[in-house]
């Protein structure tokens, strides 16, 4: 009698594993598409070459690469109490631009095919 058990409740897991499956495999997963991240710094590379932001907190710095034509998100959310020093460079090591400061919001850095450089309140769609 007590396989009977056993049994019944491996079926009823394995039902509700179907149908957990099924609805992935229909809906996707949940909150899988959620709003952009609202706690970085984004920068924008119009150029045709690929940058290299550099992001310093004091430790060294880490290295985004950011394509020709797209974009990259640098998380600084956390960085709005000390200061950080952001440098974009090309290919060639040459400094593009240069940002340093505490980043308490979201700022997008763009950089235009043209070689001028903004930096922008918030986020805008990309391609701007």
Do not use: K
Request: hydrophobic share 45%; with cysteine; glycine share 10%.
């Amino acid at each position: 009698m007590i396989w009977w058990a056993v049994a019944a409740s491996v079926g009823i897991v394995l039902a509700v594993l179907l149908c957990c499956a099924g609805w992935i495999w229909r809906f996707g997963v949940p909150m899988a598409d959620q709003a952009p991240v609202e706690d970085v710094s984004v920068v924008e590379n119009h150029l045709a070459v690929e940058l290299a932001v550099e992001v310093d907190r004091g430790a060294g710095p880490g290295i985004y690469r950011v394509r020709s034509g797209s974009y990259t998100e640098i998380p600084t959310a956390r960085d709005c109490a000390s200061s950080v020093r952001l440098t974009a460079r090309d290919p060639d090591g040459r400094v593009l631009g240069e940002l340093n400061g505490p980043f308490c919001e979201v700022r997008t850095w763009v950089f235009e095919a043209d070689g001028s450089v903004e930096l922008l309140s918030g986020r805008r769609p990309f391609p701007g």
